[in-house]
């Protein structure tokens, strides 16, 4: 039987779900696939073991890496809200200039992101994180409920922190990495294309000219290859009911932190759907998720969780909450427009 949304905010005696499911890549286990590259900083430092990618090593030389980060699938999840799961949260978003308009769950830093913050709601902002910091998370949540989800810290302002209520994570175990080496080459010789060897041979910033426009030869030596996986492919995630329970509004009832956890439960499994991370990087489960209850003493249960029955538990909690708190779910984006002096102002004195 479906678990309760409501039975878990309740039980002071659980204080996690955790959530495990196996992954291979959807060409086979022999095949590399591409984690997530990051430039190398312009201070002298150097990726660990020459790669371009987030790997470690335990102890016994295993080598473990990151194919989606925490922050990277928290963007997944809370995608969504703008999607398939529109109608249980507010619809907000921020225009700047005529670029098209970005919802509120898309901004880098959500309610505290920088392009929020130099609209008109910039003080209305900082009394709701005050509020949220004094221990009434109402004014916010009736905007932003997913702040509470996956977390804000509000750096540049109040220093408000609203810690993560799920941690999610993809990583694959026991790898190799790979480099891979090609060279293109240009459809016509310069003599067909009537351009002097002197021209075409010119270097410009370590490639020829004629590399340069496209033309000559270009070798790339050495690329990163991807990584082959040995070991498993994991993606794990925990959602925090310990950090959720606290989030209650003034008569102390179950409600708000019931629908928190369904834009928790809700979110994650929707994005779980798809694990096409990147090119390269496509994964597909090799079996059922599990999911498990952790108590206050450490003891792990089973638990049974549909994406049907959370879904339908969301949906009906998020319309008990946008009746109690007189709030629209759904429906068009409330727009609000970046004003540059106020983004300018952000700079401080000049």
């Known amino acids: 039987m479906p678990v309760s949304l409501s039975q878990l905010v309740s039980d002071s005696g659980i204080v996690a779900l955790t959530f495990r499911q196996e992954l291979q890549a959807v060409d086979g286990p022999d095949i590399p696939i591409f984690p997530p590259t990051y430039p190398t ?12 990618y987030t790997i470690n090593e335990t102890t016994d030389g295993v080598r473990v890496c990151d194919l989606d980060s925490v922050q990277s699938q ?20 921020v225009q700047a200039g005529t670029r098209p308009p970005v919802p509120l769950t898309e901004l880098p830093h959500r309610i505290v992101d920088a392009a929020i913050r130099a609209t008109d709601l910039s003080d209305d902002i900082r009394s709701w994180m005050e509020a949220a910091d004094s221990g009434d998370p109402e004014p916010l949540v009736r905007v932003a409920p997913t702040s509470f989800v996956y977390g804000v810290w509000d750096s540049r302002d109040t220093q408000v922190r609203l810690p993560r209520a799920i941690r999610s994570e993809i990583r694959a175990y026991d790898v190799s990495v790979f480099t891979r080496s090609k ?96 090119s390269g990087c496509i994964l597909v489960p090799t079996g059922a998720a599990e999911w ?43 727009i609000h427009h970046y004003d540059p002096e106020r983004g300018i102002a952000m700079y401080g004195p000049a």
């Open 41 to 52: 900083p312009k201070d002298g430092w150097k990726h660990k073991f020459d790669t371009p």
């Open 183 to 278: 060279l293109y080459s240009g459809a016509f010789p310069r003599e067909s294309l009537g351009i002097d060897e002197k021209v075409w041979g010119k270097k410009t910033g370590g490639k020829t000219a004629a590399a340069e426009v496209g033309f000559g030869p270009a070798p790339s030596i050495n690329a990163h290859g991807g990584i082959l996986v040995h070991g498993k492919i994991v993606h794990s995630a925990s959602v925090l009911l310990n950090v959720l329970q606290k989030y209650r509004t003034a008569d102390g009832s179950d409600l708000l932190p019931t629908y928190l956890l369904g834009l928790a439960l809700g979110g994650l499994l929707l994005s779980a759907r798809d694990y096409t991370l990147r």
């Open 292 to 334: 498990q209850s952790v108590a206050t003493t450490g003891e792990r249960t089973p638990v049974g969780i549909s994406e049907s029955a959370v879904i339908e538990q969301l949906r009906e909690v998020a319309r008990d909450w946008a009746e109690a708190a007189d709030i629209d779910l759904g429906g068009e984006p409330e």
């Open 74 to 93: 928290a963007n997944r999840m809370e995608a969504v809200f703008t999607t398939d799961l529109a109608d249980v949260v507010p619809q907000l978003a």
